[in-house]
Antibody, heavy 114, light 110 residues
Framework: VQVVQSGAEVKKPGSSVKVSCKATGGSFSSYSFNWVRQAPRQGLEWMGEIIPTFGTANYAQNFQGSVSITADKSTSTVYMELSSLRSEDTALYFC????????WGQGTPVIVSS | QTVVTQEPSFSVSPGGTVTLTCGLSSGSVSVSYYPSWYQQTPGQSPRTLIYSTNIRSSGVPGRFSGSIVGNKAALTITGAQADDESVYYCMLSIGSGNYVFGGGTKLTVL
């Protein structure tokens, strides 16, 4: 399984960002797709997950209401949208695929700056 | 809120053995938390080492092993090598499909 994420984003405070994660070489619908955030010089933080075959996402309490994870089976792509961006959302966002987070994407830098 | 605890830093001599731990601020870690371990070097994505307490991920060398020691999950590196110098994160499954990472342990090999 190869996991490829979309490229870096620069956003204004208050706007939204949508990051994509495409997995190839496996059974897309049955995989668990997880999103993990890493702020500069900080640790890892689990944001939420989706299993495309079920369609319903599950979110960490800290991200309830601000993040939306969706799956497009037609393109084998999962999306993570973060809204009402603040400077504290500046981070590297990883997509990790598999129940054991077996396969990681390269990370997508998101910079929130006015 | 669930807080997962790890040693902030640890050092080991080349060829030595080191055990990193993963605990809970309140309560004990058991296999029911399906502890997993990840290695991250600067500028790289994390790499899965261990999942479900003690199952090595594909391609992970045998010198990495996972277990439960007392009331904590543990990652043991036997015969540490220079390129094991990394930050190691544990993660626990806390139920309802939710996960929590520990703060990470920076391992120095010297």
């Amino acid at each position: 399984v190869q996991v490829v994420q979309s490229g870096a984003e620069v956003k204004k405070p208050g706007s939204s960002v949508k990051v994509s994660c495409k997995a190839t070489g496996g059974s897309f619908s049955s995989y668990s797709f997880n999103w993990v955030r890493q702020a500069p010089r900080q640790g890892l933080e689990w944001m939420g997950e989706i299993i495309p075959t079920f369609g319903t996402a599950n979110y960490a309490q800290n991200f309830q209401g601000s993040v939306s994870i969706t799956a497009d089976k037609s393109t084998s792509t999962v999306y993570m949208e973060l809204s009402s961006l603040r400077s504290e959302d500046t981070a590297l966002y990883f997509c990790a695929v598999g129940s054991a987070f077996d396969h990681w994407g390269q990370g997508t830098p998101v910079i929130v700056s006015s | 809120q669930t807080v997962v605890t790890q040693e902030p830093s640890f050092s080991v001599s080349p060829g030595g053995t080191v055990t990193l731990t993963c605990g809970l601020s309140s309560g004990s870690v058991s296999v029911s938390y399906y502890p997993s371990w990840y290695q991250q070097t600067p500028g790289q994505s994390p790499r899965t080492l261990i999942y479900s307490t003690n199952i090595r991920s594909s391609g992970v060398p045998g010198r990495f092993s996972g277990s439960i020691v007392g009331n904590k999950a543990a990652l043991t590196i036997t015969g540490a090598q220079a390129d094991d110098e990394s930050v190691y994160y544990c993660m626990l499954s806390i139920g309802s499909g939710n996960y929590v990472f520990g703060g990470g342990t920076k391992l120095t090999v010297l």
